[in-house]
């Protein structure tokens, strides 16, 4: 007799902070195998800094959750001194996760939070590596606008791809 398949948890949202945080995302965004060191840094920092300073910190984040387990997260917030542009800072899906439509559904829950919030554009950057060209087309899928590519700006030779979605 075959056993039966185990269920897979339903996914849950949230959108509050808790003391773990730093942890889950630096998980998530390591097993990406995309970042390296110093941008994996950067990412647990914000986490930090959120929980640390709250709402004053200027980021947000959104998590997926299966069962107790974050297994996606987003990290955005307003950008200061305009009236209704926002950055997307990070968004990372886990490996096992992914192919499935939690990165779609993810970023459509970020942008209704942005739109909700007063955002009218959603601004999201990325490298132009070739190994980045999955993340681009995500974006121009998802009906991003390429708005402007700085060269050599991470390192020579890898462009820093700005994107931007109207929201309104």
Not at 21 to 49: G, K, Q
Not at 100 to 120: K, N, Y
Not at 124 to 132: A, D, F, I, L, Q
């Amino acid at each position: 007799m075959t056993p039966p398949e185990r269920l897979e948890a339903p996914l849950r949202w949230r959108d509050r902070t808790e003391p773990g945080d730093p942890d889950a995302v630096t998980r998530i965004v390591h097993a990406t195998d995309f970042f390296n060191d110093e941008e994996e840094a950067v990412a647990r920092e914000l986490a930090e800094e959120r929980l640390a300073r709250g709402a004053e910190s200027g980021y947000e984040f959104l998590f997926a959750e299966r069962g107790e387990r974050a297994v996606a997260y987003s990290c955005y917030g307003r950008i200061a001194g305009t009236r209704e542009s926002w950055d997307l800072y990070w968004i990372a899906v886990e490996p096992a996760e992914q192919g499935r439509g939690l990165g779609r559904e993810l970023l459509a829950q970020t942008e209704a939070r942005v739109r909700a919030a007063g955002g009218g554009r959603l601004y999201v950057e990325t490298s132009g590596r070739p190994s980045y060209a999955s993340t681009r087309d995500f974006y121009v899928r998802m009906d991003y606008a390429l708005e402007a590519t700085l060269a050599d700006f991470y390192s020579p030779g890898d462009p820093k791809c700005i994107y931007v979605k109207l929201l309104r």
